[in-house]
């Protein structure tokens, strides 16, 4: 079942945020049952919201390549993350702004 995920990492800046997101390659290779990536700020906490595939994908992209992503770059905060059961997910065309 598709899942939406809400991804708080608290006082990740974009500077580090950029780093992480290169050291894992989110935007050279798609994760497997990545579907969507969004983010932004409230103060210092870096929010993500994603739709995945499921659960299950979700941890294998946070096992494989984010946390030893986050290792690599220094940035050794816990991510908080809440699921909610997607009733939809729309996806027009594939855009990366920046």
Same mark, same amino acid.
């Given at each position: 079942?598709a899942?939406?995920?809400?991804?708080v990492? $608290?006082?990740?800046? $974009?500077? @580090?945020? !950029?780093?992480?997101?290169?050291?894992? +390659? #989110? &935007? !050279?290779?798609?994760p497997?049952?990545?579907?969507?990536?969004?983010? #932004?700020?409230?103060?210092? !906490? *870096?929010? *993500? &919201? !994603?739709? #995945?595939?499921?659960?299950?994908?979700? +941890?294998?992209?946070? @096992?494989d390549?984010?946390? $030893?992503?986050?290792?690599?770059? +220094?940035v050794?905060?816990e991510?908080?993350?809440?699921?909610? $059961?997607?009733?939809?997910?729309?996806?027009? *065309?594939?855009v990366t702004?920046?």
């Amino acid at each position: 079942m598709a899942v939406i995920a809400h991804v708080v990492l $608290p006082g990740v800046n $974009p500077t @580090q945020y !950029d780093a992480v997101r290169a050291a894992c +390659g #989110w &935007l !050279d290779r798609t994760p497997v049952g990545g579907l969507a990536h969004l983010t #932004w700020w409230v103060g210092p !906490d *870096n929010h *993500n &919201l !994603d739709a #995945w595939e499921s659960e299950e994908a979700f +941890g294998a992209f946070g @096992q494989d390549r984010l946390g $030893p992503a986050m290792a690599q770059v +220094g940035v050794n905060v816990e991510p908080q993350v809440t699921f909610h $059961p997607a009733h939809e997910v729309f996806l027009p *065309n594939a855009v990366t702004i920046k």
